[in-house]
Structure formats: structure tokens, C-alpha cells
């Protein structure tokens, strides 16, 4: 049986992929809320761990930091800013080196998740 799509999870995934950011829960909460006033928390977060176990949405764990999600699925790589965290989307070849290197090795390799941290430009030229 097919599962209807609501109008909450339309909007969760519609607040997602329209961000150019890496939104938190909360984020994507204010956004939704705009357009669905009564909408609550929870319903948001059920919804974005339906969208991620459904492929639609991807959830990116950056260690300390809350949760983030995005809507581009192609595989590719992150750098978190340590100091204002920021999260930005590193190219789809950047560990591209390193896993041809294990696959002539041998290995197979499902899926690969990189997290570069560190401080963005911005945040550098202060220091």
C-alpha cells in the first residue's frame, strides 16, 4: 500500500531542497511554519526521517553539530566550519584519489562519506 504524501511532508521536503544552506531540523521548522502555522516540531522531524529513509532527503551527520539535511543526493563530500559552522559541498571527485587507489587494491566500496573540517575564508581572515 502506498503511503500518502501530506502537505507537512511536501513542505519539510520543499524547505530542504529550496535552501542553498544545509538547514537543521529547527531551521527547516521555521520555514515550514511560515506556510503551515499549526505545524509542530515533531511533525517536521518525523517527516525528515521519512525523507531520509525514503531517499529523498539526505541527512548529514557532521559529529558535535546538530543534524543537517539536503536535498542533493548525488554522492559528494562536506567541509564544516569549526568556528561558525557553516557546512559546505566539496565536488563529487574529492575523494576520488584515495578510492581509486582502494579499489585497485581490491576493495569495494559502497559508499563513501567525506567531512573535512576546519575554518571556511571567512572565518579565517580573522585570524
Known amino acids: 500500500m502506498r503511503e500518502r504524501c501530506s502537505k507537512q511532508r511536501v513542505a519539510v ?8 544552506q544545509h538547514p537543521t531540523a529547527h531551521e527547516v521548522y521555521d520555514v515550514v511554519r511560515r506556510e503551515l502555522p499549526n505545524v509542530s516540531l515533531a511533525t517536521v522531524y518525523r517527516n525528515l526521517v521519512r525523507l531520509v ?30 568556528v561558525c559552522g557553516c557546512i559546505f559541498d566539496l565536488s563529487e571527485d574529492a575523494g ?26 571567512s572565518c579565517t581572515k580573522g585570524c
Open 13 to 20: 521536503q520543499r524547505a530542504v531542497c529550496d535552501s542553498r
Open 53 to 82: 529513509a525514503d531517499g529523498k532527503l539526505r541527512a548529514v551527520h557532521t559529529g558535535d553539530l546538530p543534524v543537517r539535511y539536503e536535498g542533493g543526493l548525488a554522492e559528494h563530500g562536506h567541509f564544516v566550519c569549526t
Open 96 to 121: 576520488g584519489s584515495a578510492r581509486n587507489r582502494l579499489e585497485a587494491a581490491g576493495f569495494r566500496i559502497d559508499r563513501a562519506v567525506i567531512t573535512l573540517h576546519g575554518a571556511c575564508p
